[in-house]
């Protein structure tokens, strides 16, 4: 029995990158977001330090085209080191 697909593509896809607060590591972040999503506007990307400081949370708002476009970006952020957790 096939199951219903939760998303429909293309889509608006949130992703957090979880990273250690001082890690200088935004740059490399941008760029690998840029690469499998193309440039994003200012308005795409937030970030945000955890409550004691300790880590920092970036928001990446792209548009996804399909299950396996957004497994491969989270596959290559997850890389990276510095990163904690992609969500």
């Known amino acids: ?10 889509c608006r ?3 957090k990158v979880m ?4 890690e200088s590591i935004r740059s490399q972040l941008d760029a690998i ?3 499998h999503a193309g440039t994003l506007a200012p308005d795409d990307i937030s970030e945000r330090p955890s409550a004691q400081q300790n880590y920092a949370g970036i928001t990446y708002h792209i548009t996804a085209r399909d299950e396996a476009h957004i497994a491969a970006l989270f596959a290559e ?6 990163v904690i957790m992609v969500l």
């Open 19 to 22: 990273v250690r607060a001082g």
């Open 1 to 10: 029995m096939n199951e219903p697909r939760l998303l429909q593509f293309p």
């Open 13 to 15: 896809y949130p992703i």
């Open 77 to 82: 952020l997850k890389a990276l080191p510095g």
């Open 33 to 35: 977001v840029t690469r």
